[in-house]
């Protein structure tokens, strides 16, 4: 049950991932605003069972089922119920008392859970990009009928999400997403060819996981975050544009058509997004480090090289293709990412995976849910026998 009438119950949804325990960390200086409702893990049981522990949970859920008999027992002396499974996932999103999900899945498997949320009529904190990238239309078009919010949990989306805020009668010109560049900016292909995955995780910005600090390297995190933007904002890829910011101060900004222009700003912190996201509509106080403009004298902008950092040229592709495209380059990118953190293939070789599949993999201009699934399995399957058929000098070149 609720704490207090004031109080929402959050089921996070990937809680020992990044985002997962940041929401924790706000969550845990604000407990008169919010309760950790529901706490879920792919793998990780041991961190799911200190969360659970800390924070006494309604539930908590370990995706992999092997791990279940051990965080079962690690928290037989406490109220909290400890299920296992994606079906459970997929159920527990469900419960009446859930006021907010916070979907902080990694990729494709946070689609269905987030579908049944909506479904439920909760409002959605969306972390997880890939969800409105794989079936942007389907949950965009659910969330309309239920009449619930997706509020964005990404820098860039919840930016744009705060300076559209009064501006609803107001015409969009523009987005204007800004990207790091990554650890690899201003480098070129024969560099590129030779960059080990370690080198790849040394983001000069932000902490994140692994898969989405590879994508950001890769400039897929951008190409990913224009098709959410797409949905989100309900707008098109023509009027969308990137701009490398390398100082990561202004996370987004908005033009519109008078040619004025908004922008949000502030320090590199995801707990930030986090925060205004659950707190919506109000904002709360917080004792996160301030913003000084006299540490940042020179805030720079440049045009992404697309040619060297073809991702970000195929998602803008898939986007303007439409159907189950993107869904394609998502499923792709996911195993490619995958295969180059394993050292199957090279920084490279991951935009070759997502192109081969783009071109290979049969287009469906209006896909259903079970269109998405099946192209997504199919993607994975056709991606992976690149990667393990193919010599790796295919991608080296």
Not at 155 to 183: D, R
Not at 218 to 227: A, F
Request: hydrophobic share 40%; with cysteine; glycine share 6%.
């Amino acid at each position: 049950m609720k704490q207090s009438s004031n109080t929402k119950n959050i089921a996070i949804l990937g809680s020992t991932g990044s985002i997962g325990t940041q929401a924790l960390e706000v969550i845990g200086e604000n407990p008169a605003l919010f309760r950790a409702y529901v706490l879920t893990a792919q793998n990780n049981a041991e961190l799911l069972i200190q969360q659970s522990l800390k924070h006494r949970p309604a539930y908590a859920v370990i995706c992999n089922e092997k791990y279940y008999p051990r965080v079962k027992e690690a928290l037989l002396s406490t109220e909290v119920k400890v299920l296992s499974g994606i079906e459970a996932i997929k159920e527990i999103v469900t419960d009446p008392e859930i006021d907010v999900v916070l979907t902080a899945m990694v990729g494709f498997a946070g689609l269905e859970p987030t579908i049944n949320a909506v479904r439920a009529g909760k409002d959605i904190a969306l972390a997880n990009k890939e969800t409105l990238v794989v079936a942007g239309e389907l949950v965009t078009g659910l969330a309309k009928e239920k009449k619930i919010k997706i509020l964005p949990v990404d820098s860039e989306h919840s930016a744009i999400f705060q300076c559209l805020e009064g501006e609803q009668n107001n015409t969009i010109e523009k987005l204007i997403l800004t990207a790091s560049g990554g650890p690899f900016r201003g480098r070129n292909l024969e560099f590129l060819g030779d960059v080990t995955p370690e080198a790849a995780l040394k983001h000069p910005n932000w902490v994140m996981g692994s898969k989405i600090t590879i994508d950001s390297a890769s400039l897929m995190n951008k190409g990913l975050e224009v098709i959410e933007a797409k949905w989100l904002f309900d707008i098109d890829p023509e009027q969308i544009e990137v701009v490398v910011h390398p100082q990561s101060i202004i996370h987004s900004m908005v033009q519109f058509h008078d040619g004025s222009i908004k922008a949000q700003m502030g320090l590199p912190d995801m707990k930030l997004p986090i925060q205004y996201a659950l707190a919506y509509p109000g904002r709360i106080q917080n004792s996160f480090k301030r913003f000084d403009f006299t540490q940042y004298p020179n805030l720079t902008f440049e045009k992404p090289d697309i040619k060297t950092f073809r991702n970000l040229a195929l998602a803008f592709e898939a986007i303007k293709q439409g159907g189950n495209m993107p869904c394609i380059a998502n499923a792709a990118n996911e195993i490619a990412v995958a295969g180059f953190l394993k050292g199957g293939i090279s920084f490279l070789g991951m935009s070759d995976i997502i192109e081969s599949c783009m071109r290979k993999i049969a287009f469906k201009a209006e896909p259903s849910l079970d269109d998405y699934l099946n192209t997504d399995r199919e993607t994975r399957i056709f991606a992976q026998n690149l990667i393990e058929k193919i010599p790796l000098r295919t991608f080296t070149n």
